[in-house]
């Protein structure tokens, strides 16, 4: 069974920076393959597409958080980044990552609260 884990959430105050990671237990053979994609999920709302990485590395954000974000990964540790600046209270929600295709079993998620 694919396990995805989510990483380094936190209380942030607003403007500040979060760096999130997720790690995917499939094959790197695999793993460089996919589409990967972060979400997020607000506290009474459906789950959204934050943005993507393609296997090559090409990037598309949403336009919420377009010029706030970087989506990178690493295939050889078959990990993606999410990195946020100048955050906002609205970015509040639990950060997942997932193939954008055909997902796996979703992960706990990470929790960003951004608050004064």
């Known amino acids: 069974q694919v396990q995805i884990v989510e990483s380094g959430g936190g209380f942030v105050q607003p403007e500040g920076s979060l760096r999130l990671s997720c790690v995917i237990s499939?094959?790197?053979?695999?793993?460089?393959?996919?589409?990967m994609a972060w979400y997020r999920q607000a506290p009474g709302k459906q789950r959204e597409l934050v943005g993507r990485?393609?296997?090559?590395?090409?990037?598309v954000y949403t336009d919420s958080v377009k010029g706030r974000i970087t989506i990178s990964r690493d295939n050889a540790e078959k990990t993606v980044y999410l990195q946020m600046n100048s955050l906002k209270p609205g970015d509040t929600a639990v950060y997942y990552c997932?193939?954008?295709?055909?997902?796996?079993?979703w992960g706990q998620g990470t929790q960003d609260t951004v608050s004064s």
């Open positions: 997932n193939r954008v295709t055909n997902h796996y079993d």
């Open positions: 499939v094959p790197e053979s695999v793993f460089n393959q996919h589409t």
């Open positions: 990485v393609s296997s090559t590395g090409t990037t």
